[in-house]
């Protein structure tokens, strides 16, 4: 089920995980039709959508990311289902060197500023964290 944030024991795990390598996430999104700004932002009242206010987190989160490391593998909007069906607006791949580059994205100086810009654009996600596959010889 699409959610906002990771529950207490997805993060720990997250976390705690003893693979050390590379990681790529991959963020299926479902935007609000109207970015929903709390009543203190310079944004409040702005008539724009949830994907405009979303796409000021991204820009955001891939420099806070690429100073450790991470960078932006895509980030598109959705086309249509080929296989499959869903409700999902945009697609958002992640890599980073390891899970303590993504941390220290997550802990960035800057990142309560580029949040309030997710937390109005964003209405549900998907994330699925992934590592490489090792081939069988």
Known sequence: MPAMQ????QFRAFRDDAYDGPIAQVNLLKFRVKANYGPDG??????????????RYVDAFRAAA?????????YGHGERYFIGQGD???VLIMHFPNRAAFIATLNHADYPEMHRHRDAGLLCQDLLTTRPA????
Not at 42 to 55: F, I, K, L, S, V
Not at 66 to 74: F, K, Q, S, Y
């Open 6 to 9: 990771p529950t207490a024991d």
């Open 42 to 55: 310079p944004e409040h009242g702005n008539d724009e959508t949830g994907a405009a206010a979303y796409q």
């Open 66 to 74: 690429a100073e450790v490391g991470g960078t932006c593998l895509l």
């Open 88 to 90: 999902w607006d945009a």
């Open 134 to 137: 090792v081939a069988n010889t």
